[in-house]
């Protein structure tokens, strides 16, 4: 895909991954799927975007949303809090029609 994207749009453009998930990624011991987004965007050439509407917790265990969140911003992830994610999704409809 990003050959793809680079031979489409040059390589004055940058490109995202935007990731928009129910759950936060999580920090539970048996995924650690929130070091693996971190990891992913420490090696790779575009931005990673994650934005996410809730915490998974169930009756064992429950995922640490605020290390989820430092483990990702410390390999420069822009992690997009829940609050928010409305307000940019229509600016960026916006920013791709206009």
Not at 59 to 72: C, L, R
Not at 82 to 97: E, K, S
């Amino acid at each position: 895909m990003s050959k793809e994207f680079v031979s489409e749009f040059g390589k004055k453009e940058q490109a995202y991954l935007m990731m928009f998930s129910h759950y936060v990624p999580c920090t539970l011991a048996s995924y650690q799927c929130a070091s693996l987004v971190g990891q992913y965007a420490a090696q790779c050439k575009h931005k990673v975007v994650v934005g996410y509407k809730d915490v998974f917790k169930d009756d064992y265990e429950a995922s640490d949303e605020g290390a989820a969140i430092d483990i990702m911003e410390q390999h420069g992830v822009l992690v997009i809090y829940p609050a928010t994610l409305a307000g940019i999704a229509r600016q960026l409809g916006y920013r791709f029609n206009n």
